[in-house]
């Protein structure tokens, strides 16, 4: 049940696991301070760590250990969305090379695409290439990125890894003397690298961590053993690899975790939003919070919208794109808008130029040169709407967005559609659409059922109030 904890969220993340009976490990010196009693440094079951763009977290680990964690964490929120990964951290897999670019290769593994740096391969790699390699680090979904692969197969851990094919113990901390000290001894046909938290473990909990590492390894020898080589098999998988599943946090979400974060220590409203939307605002949120221990105690004071955009944007006359996410964990960015508005209360107002060609989803209207889109969105709320005009100025239809609470963040408004949608044609005439594919969404098991139940009750209140 141990858990290892990073990034934006880990204060928060730290009291809810613990609360849930994980133990963390390997805390950071601010969650020590943070916390009462000692974190041990003994190896971490599962690692949950804040993704680049610290719109959430990846979840990486022991299967059984790992469901409980994503168990938890998915119920922060309703907004609170989470995948599966198709390429986990860890697989290995026969695949073959489809494109080399600049730095590296593209490889075709089957369950998806991965990318193959130069320097992780011992040789020249072309397209057509069949080979052998492992996921070291897995991407979010909703990113577009691929993962990263290596070559060499290993068991990656924070305390130690095991390198297949290498000596007893490569050179690092600790060295081969190391393993006279913890009396024990990697697999046959691997050797241990020791990495730096290594000097901050115990013995016992560093062999504890070569045992796993040793059964992580031999699960490794068996996918491998008589196995077909890369150019008969590829494009396959040899090993499951590692639980890998990756968790989207919303607006809601962010607040609620907020509120597990105050419970700790001085936290001001929307401090995760804040931090979510802009690196530089990270040091400001932390500056302002040590000045104040006794900020937003009692977590009614308001997320200052109106503060963060003068501070960090969006500003009028600057461009802000529809960071709009799907429920299968896709991202799909919109086009920029130039920001015409920036109200006090969290609306922004966006105008987007329209290319010509085709016709506006649902209204059934031609998409024609001079056309402009004004888009408002508003920070919290469960639905947009888009007003579609011509170069007359003539309104061609309203279409509304419903979607999990729009985060207006200082270059892009981020949310995830939830799939049902209201329009308003040139006529009058409303309409509800959709509906469908919310329901599929759900059969799926993109989108839970409370969160479908409010889509579709926005919906209904949308339509009123348009009709």
Known sequence: MTVRVRGIYATALTRLLREADHEVVQASEPIQNRFDGEFADERAAVTVATTDDQQGVGVMGDTDIAKGVIDRLTEIGRDTLHWDDPTPEGAVYAGTVTETLGSGAVVDLGDGEGFLPYSSSDERVETGDTLRVQVVEA????????????????????????????????????????????????????????????????????????????????????????????????????????????????????????????????????????????RAASAAVDYVEALCDDIAADGETDFPFAVTARQFGPQVGGSLSLGHGKPDGRLITLGNGEVQSVDDDGTVTIEREMSP???????????????????????????????????????????????????????????????????????????????????????????????????????AAVKSALE
């Open 139 to 278: 991407s979010a979904p909703w990113t577009n990125g691929r993962p990263v692969l290596e070559t060499t197969v290993a068991v990656r851990g924070s305390l130690l890894s095991l390198v297949r094919g290498e000596t007893a113990s490569t050179p690092g901390t600790g060295g081969p003397a190391m393993l006279d000290l913890i009396a024990a001894e990697p697999r046959d046909g691997w050797g241990v690298s020791w990495e730096s938290a290594s000097e901050d473990a115990s013995f016992d909990a560093l062999a504890e961590a070569l045992d796993a590492a040793n059964d992580r390894a031999a699960v490794i020898d068996d996918a491998l053993a008589g196995a077909d080589a890369p150019e008969d098999c590829a494009p396959t998988r040899y090993d499951e690899g590692l639980s890998t599943a990756w968790l989207w946090f919303g607006r809601e979400s962010r607040f609620a975790l907020d509120e597990a974060r105050r419970e700790v220590t001085a936290t001001m409203s929307g401090h995760h939003r804040v931090k979510a939307g802009d």
């Open 357 to 459: 060609g085709g016709t506006y989803d649902a209204l059934g209207v031609p998409k024609e040169a001079g056309d402009i889109a004004e888009t408002k969105v508003k920070e919290g709320r469960w639905w947009y709407p888009t007003v579609y005009r011509d170069s007359d100025g003539e309104k061609k239809g309203t279409y509304v967005n419903v979607c999990t609470p729009v985060e207006v963040f200082p270059d892009t408004a981020r949310y995830v559609d939830l799939h049902v949608d209201v329009v308003k044609h040139a006529d009058g005439t409303v309409e509800r659409v959709d509906d469908d594919e919310l329901d599929a969404a759900v059969e799926r098991g993109h989108i839970s059922e409370p969160l479908a139940e409010r889509a579709r009750s926005v919906a």
